[in-house]
């Protein structure tokens, strides 16, 4: 759809996929093709090394710096991408947390890290109920980062969320494309086969050959990747066609918890069956 589009505009598309900006990792995670990325403009894909960190932030400010750069050059920025936390922060803004929370954070988190999850939840609920209630009990990284902002602040995780959030440079037209779940669902098997047929065990290959897994590459956490890491060790005994069913199956619910929370926001236009002419 982003490519029909561009077609017939001046349209340059951003990648809001958190793993497209990784390098050598292009069949997993649907990069677009090379001759696409060269008949339109495409941003922020194939930029980091897999090793590399990234986040909402990063994105955020770097989607807006490449709006502004866009729009100066007389061309209509599309962005285009499911990471709903992305797309969230660039549309409502996002909480800036304060410079002492930053300094402190390592600190906070070593301290914790082996503390029993309910133990802290059991904190969190008795330091921000509200927000103890939106998140699940086990959920260590969201506890924790709570917990550091309520004691740091002094203020509840919820009010600080308010009170240190930053507001989007620009305002933006939002639209959800989905199609029935049936449909969904079987294009979701056959985009996975696909990526088989393609060569997508070869290309976790290349990334072994090349030094990165799971414990040092963040591009691993796409699905997908770990699965067939997996499935390349000499110990394995799985079989690969149960690899590519596994793969399918945490697609299909992702998908699924992808849509719930888009259709849970109110900031979304959701399109059924839009097909681009």
């Known amino acids: 759809m982003a490519m029909n589009l561009a077609h017939q505009a001046d349209?340059?598309?951003?990648?809001?996929?958190?793993?497209q900006i990784y390098k050598y990792m292009n069949i997993g995670t649907a990069t677009p093709h090379h001759n696409e990325l060269e008949a339109i403009p495409h941003h922020l894909i194939n930029t980091l090394d897999p090793t590399e960190p990234y986040s909402a932030g990063?994105?955020?400010?770097?989607c807006e710096n490449?709006?502004?750069?866009?729009?100066?050059?007389?061309?209509?920025?599309?962005?285009?991408?499911?990471?709903?936390m992305y797309i969230n922060s660039l549309v409502s803004g996002m909480f800036q947390e304060p410079e002492k929370v930053t300094q402190t954070k390592a600190d906070f988190y070593q301290?914790?890290?082996h503390t029993p999850v309910d133990k802290l939840y059991s904190q969190l609920k008795i330091a921000d109920s509200t927000y103890a209630e939106k998140i699940t009990h086990g959920d260590r990284q969201k506890i924790i980062r709570a917990l550091h902002i309520?004691?740091?602040?002094g203020e509840t995780f919820t009010h600080a969320q308010k009170i240190f959030h930053t507001q989007p440079?620009?305002?933006y037209n939002v639209v959800v494309v989905s199609?029935?779940?049936e449909v969904l669902y079987q294009n979701i098997n056959n985009r996975v086969a696909l990526m088989?047929?393609?060569?997508?065990?070869d290309e976790v290959q290349n990334l072994i050959n090349m030094g990165y897994e799971p414990s040092n590459a963040k591009g691993f956490q796409a699905i997908g990747y770990t699965e067939i890491f997996n499935y390349l060790q000499p110990e394995n005994t799985t079989k690969l066609q149960d690899i590519i069913h596994s793969i399918a199956t945490k697609t299909r619910r992702f998908a699924k918890r992808q849509l719930t929370w888009f259709r849970n926001s109110n900031l979304y236009h959701t399109t059924n069956s839009l097909t681009p002419k």
């Open 11 to 19: 349209i340059e598309i951003i990648s809001a996929d958190a793993f």
């Open 66 to 84: 490449l709006i502004s750069e866009i729009q100066k050059r007389g061309n209509t920025p599309l962005i285009v991408g499911g990471t709903a």
């Open 111 to 113: 301290q914790h890290k």
């Open 196 to 201: 088989f047929e393609n060569g997508w065990v």
């Open 150 to 153: 309520c004691q740091t602040t």
């Open 169 to 171: 440079r620009f305002t």
């Open 179 to 181: 199609n029935q779940r």
């Open 58 to 62: 990063k994105f955020v400010s770097q």
